[in-house]
């Protein structure tokens, strides 16, 4: 089993009949630092964590949303980011995170685990202007399949692409999270994935036992 949640940053992600209210055993539960709030200054990790017994893999699912909400604005994603969240340390045009914990540190060193990145990909709205598609995307692309990640975080085992487009409630329209529907940014795309730490379809039958 792979237990991965959504990158803390803007936690807490709740509100209206669903939030946990002061006085309930949930809130209680989820106040990781017991100051009577609920913010990035607990651990938004911690609670949900089922168990070293029953997680397989630990993951995360990080995006590149843009520069500050409201989001929906095509922007370049900051040097670093990725990194930075991984490993709680992000202060930047979204604001300060570094309550967020150090999720490599805690989950995968600490827990002895290997990790995913359950989705990944960079916000490109078509409707608007702002910074290109493929800018947008390969600035962040090139964050997560560099060599720093591959070097600083060995046991990310496995990164998933969210190939698709879909309609973004935050947003209010129809983002395009791909690389592959367009053939230059899909051969871009290949031309930067590093070829040497990553395991390819074709090269399976070259490993198999």
């Not at 089993?1 to 803390?8: C, E, L, S, V």
């Not at 699912?61 to 980011?81: D, F, M, R, T």
């Not at 827990?111 to 359950?118: E, F, G, L, R, S």
Request: aromatic residues 16%.
């Amino acid at each position: 089993m792979i237990w991965a949640p959504n990158y803390g940053g803007g936690y807490p992600f709740a509100g209206g009949r669903y939030q946990a209210l002061p006085d309930s055993g949930d809130f209680q539960l989820l106040d990781t630092n017991r100051d009577g709030r609920l913010d990035m200054l607990d651990d938004m990790y911690a609670p949900y964590y089922p168990g070293d017994d029953v997680v397989d893999w630990v993951g995360m699912s990080l995006y590149h949303w843009g520069s500050q909400y409201p989001w929906g604005e095509n922007e370049v994603p900051e040097k670093g980011s990725f990194v930075a969240r991984i490993t709680g340390t992000y202060a930047g045009l979204e604001g300060d995170q570094r309550g967020v914990p150090n999720f490599y540190q805690v989950y995968v060193e600490q827990h002895h685990k290997p990790m995913a990145i359950t989705e990944t990909a960079a916000l490109y709205n078509p409707a608007v202007g702002g910074d290109s598609e493929q800018l947008i995307k390969q600035t962040w692309w090139r964050q997560v399949f560099s060599t720093e990640v591959a070097g600083y975080f060995p046991r990310i085992k496995m990164i998933n692409w969210f190939e698709w487009r879909k309609f973004e409630s935050e947003v209010g329209g129809v983002i395009d999270w791909t690389v592959t529907y367009n053939p230059e940014l899909a051969q871009a795309f290949l031309n930067d994935l590093p070829r040497s730490h990553l395991i390819f379809a074709a090269d399976l039958k070259e490993i198999s036992p």
